[in-house]
């Protein structure tokens, strides 16, 4: 599967999570992982260990969307599942 397919599959995840990043941020979650899936925010993790079994204990090995939470220039997003 290409990335842009990849994207396009996770396009609501990365919809919620650019709407929601800023707030995020304020938060005090920079640097924190974030698992979305479907419309779901699954938590946010201090490492990513963590957020991906979070991420595998509540969704298995269906697809879910993970990324740090770091301003806009420096997002980093990844796709699980057995489509990506």
Do not use: C
Not at 4 to 24: C, L, Q, S, V, Y
Not at 31 to 40: A, K, L, N, S, T
């Amino acid at each position: 599967m290409e990335v842009t397919t990849a994207i396009k599959k996770f396009d609501t995840e990365h919809r919620i999570f650019k709407k929601n990043r800023e707030m995020w941020l304020t938060e005090g979650l920079a640097g924190q992982y974030v698992v979305i899936h479907d419309e779901e925010i699954l938590g946010f993790y201090k490492n990513p260990s963590e957020a991906f079994a979070s991420g595998i204990q509540k969704f298995g090995v269906d697809n879910f969307f993970m990324s740090s939470i770091l301003p806009n220039d420096s997002t980093n997003i990844s796709f699980f599942g057995l489509a990506v």
